[in-house]
């Protein structure tokens, strides 16, 4: 507690004896394994939260930590990352310098590039020394300090990293949402502080005063309720007011009030200037607020530094707690503080501040009908949006809430208030808020401003024929912009790509493409593209896909994944391949979610299952983080696939239920379908064939573009069930549509493999499945393959060819194995046992659960490089993958080889025989 005297800074910590024993056996945790930590302090304002912080961080350093203590302010905790900043680049040697926090925060439009570099930095570091990061106050940090803060402690779990925290006791606040993310990964302490205890307030008493505590005292400190701040601050008036008993405030208000009265009136109308402004505030900004030079302020800054109720560490004026802030800040007259607040906004952007360091005030001080504050709004919205869309979307309601009820500018705020809110996941809200506008009657103009805005809502939400029904109203009625027209044609044709007219679809995106070239808008040319990549790809056109999809991620390079994959569905893995090469040596490549999704494809097309299940694990937790689950159900079908083929039923059966569970959010037509045709999958394993062939006709129902777009690499089991349950119309409907797909892709190998395959097994061909197999030798597929060689090895075996049988079965065994499908390996039979019978070899060639043995490939080399010091960037750098990739890679090492930090590792690959 600087400022006021080096007993009180003591004295706060009086009676917490136990509660630090728990913080230092923490510490001592982090130092002595190497592993990551997180403790919270919790507790009521006053109670001695700073102060527990401030020690344990005075312990963690002289232990040898590199430590970073910062403070979140309620009046700033709409600036992103401005809490976490003041930990980072706090200290001797800060975590960040500032040239890197610069560098840092002209990319936090990319919050997950931001957070792996912020996870750089601190692993950097702790590589050396161990490293404590405190925050006080956490219940008011920035959206983006909150979200950062939920994925490092568990991101850096591995590292000697103690993340200490303070906060009020807040259910389901900022606090919870942390501990929540990191339980489980690495371990947590919650240490709630309560009242002193009466033996603790008298220590604290002594320590104060310097004498002995007499009954008066010790009744005056009843009113603290065992709150020591409360209670230092009552012994601070008695200090300074002698033995008078009426000189003794009796609360904490009364008794700032009492110490304010005798400061001169220049330094109370500083405090109140910088209570405004926040517990944190620069000093010249105060001084503007006065009215007055820093230069005549001097003697008010020196004056409220000695009376206790100010620190300066050179940069910053604080307060010394905010209670004492709050207590300045509530003896001004609310009228006069709104006043002020939009003063201090205004002082600020005359400044030359960003609008959102102005957006606190003008949220305390703004008047309905204030366009000033609303263009303010505006602004600090339009630039937070891309990192915190949630805070940008809360901005402009407000702006909506402030805006006149009528004119122009009303549906302008309106139509950025339904944009914010689509970004922010917000769709029902911005749904009714554009419905709401609509029912205005705007402008037609405007009218058709607002239905392009909400377009990009009703396509989140899977409204796709609502989206066609207004785009087309729109259109109907015309008045809007050539600009405007143009993105109305293009969400046309991206509706009408649901749609079973795929004939009408193209003729509409095409048009809609026309359009937007013509008038030069960027936005209507990628919704024209988009929909166009998804016509082609629903009407089986791969090539005619691919060629829309890279020429929109030449327009928009956010979309390079879906050229990627155009690339696979061409089997061209090698041009994918080098685009994905190509985003992994960018620098914050954007919609990395979307990327693994592609690189995850890529890999379980060249049969590398443990890395494609790696590649899904890693999307849908970025999913998560990012809170936009786009391709949650297909990732799980696929994984619950990939442990089917490699023999963990229970893993399967999970992501069944976790694909089921996402179905409810996302229940679109495609990831109906796929959770249908995983149903039939699992009711094959389990013996019911009844139940399969139902799942896989609801598939057919699903839509005839479903179907295949579905099945495409996956025809031959719904054949072989369909076949199993006796519904031969049904296996024949399937061939059928393997057959019109390779028509429309004569090019692509694996296409015409799969047709042939298809057609030979419904026919009971040997010849035909024999051709499949020569046809996807060219395939770069080799799971395909595999089947195909085990089916055709089966047709042989049938038809008393047992060499010739024995030579397919045995390719089709060491195809799967080579991939890690163990268990699809075991279930091919030899040529000398009767079909069904599975290979014993084959089956135990399984990895082990637990050991060094139980590591796949990937996650060997992982491991190699990190036990050799390796973080995860240089590690991701030399294997070429994201450091997402890596981190996912290391956490299922640690899992395997029950450790949990760097350190263990390094000794037990040092221990290996090869090591």
Sequence with gaps: MAGSGGPLSRGGLRGREAELERLQALITSVARTGSGGLALIQGEPGIGKTTLLAEAAARARAAGFSVGVGRADELHHVVPLSSLATAVRHGERPLLSDDAFADLARHHDQRIWLVERLAEAVEARAGGVPVLVGLDDVQWADALSRFALQQLPTRLRSSPVLWALTSRPEPSGPAEEIVTAATGGLPTVTVTLGPLSGAAIGQLAGDTLGAAVDGRVRELLDGAGGNPFLAVEMLVGLRGAGSSPEAVPPGLVVGVRGRLRSLRPDTLRFLRMG???????????????????????????????????????????????????????????PSARKALHREAARGLVAAGRQPIDAVPHVLRGSLPGDEEAVALLRRAAEDVLPVTPGPAADLMTRALDLVPSAGPLRFAVGEQAVLCLTRAGRNREALSTGDRLLAERPPLATFGRLQAALGGTLWTMDLADELRRRAEAALAVGGSAPEVRARLAAQRALALSRGSDLVAAREAGEAALGDATAVGDREAQVLALSGLGEIALNAGENAVALERFAALSAVDSAFLPEEVVAHLHMDDFASGERLLLRAADGDGATRQAMLLWAQGQHDLGIGRLDDADAGFVTMERLEDEVRVPVQQVNGRVIRSRIALLCGDREAAREHLVAARERLAVKPNPGNTAAVRFLEAVHAEADGDTGLAVDRIRRVQREGSFMRWRLLRDWVDSAIRMSLRGGERELAEDLATQAEAHAARNPAVPTATGIAAHARGLVNGDPALLEHSVELLGASPRPLVRAAAYADLGQALLTAGHAERAAAALARARETFAGSGAHAAAARVPRAREGAGTGSRGAAAARRPVQGWGALTASERKVAGLIARGHTNRSAAEVLVVSPHTVNTHLTSVFRKLSISSRVQLANLVAALPDG
């Design 275 to 333: 209570a405004v402004l926040g517990r944190c505030f620069g000093f010249e900004d105060a001084a503007a607020l006065c009215g007055r030079s820093g230069a005549d302020l001097v003697p008010a800054l020196e004056e409220a530094v000695r009376a206790g109720l100010l620190d300066d560490d050179g940069d910053r004026l604080v307060f010394r707690h905010d209670l004492l802030r709050q207590a300045v800040y509530a003896d001004i007259p």
